[in-house]
Nanobody
Framework: QVQLVESGGGLVQAGGSLRLSCAAS????????MGWFRQAPGKGREFVAT????????SYADSAKGRFTISRDNAKNTVYLQMNSLKPEDTAVYYC????????????????WGQGTQVTVSS
């Protein structure tokens, strides 16, 4: 089991940027593919981005392509989500998640989740 703690959320104006971090307690962080998901009020959990165990491969939701960048530092047991050109529709609670094996865009395939960090984008 991996314990995950997100940080870096907050209130930002449209067009601004935020960098989310997710610190993991895993003994061997590089054994886990990582994902970022989000959930807006009244909506289901939505895939945002995922990264492979080595960090060499990534995949993004269409809504995130060109604006968000997922990265990881296996030496620091941390995954990041750099979010640029934020829009009001990006407002949500953002969660990081871990799974053994390869990347996945399906939330059901992730075993461990953080508590989430709120991102609010004002217009």
């Amino acid at each position: 089991q991996v314990q995950l703690v997100e940080s870096g959320g907050g209130l930002v104006q449209a067009g601004g940027s935020l960098r989310l971090s997710c610190a993991a307690s895993a003994r061997t962080f590089s054994d886990y593919a990582m994902g970022w998901f989000r959930q807006a009020p009244g909506k289901g959990r939505e895939f945002v981005a995922t990264i492979s165990r080595s960090g060499s491969s990534t995949s993004y939701a269409d809504s995130a392509k060109g604006r968000f960048t997922i990265s990881r530092d296996n030496a620091k047991n941390t995954v990041y989500l750099q979010m640029n050109s934020l829009k009001p529709e990006d407002t949500a609670v953002y969660y990081c998640a871990a799974r053994g094996g390869g990347m996945s865009i399906s939330s059901n395939s992730y075993n461990d989740w953080g508590q989430g960090t709120q991102v609010t984008v004002s217009s």
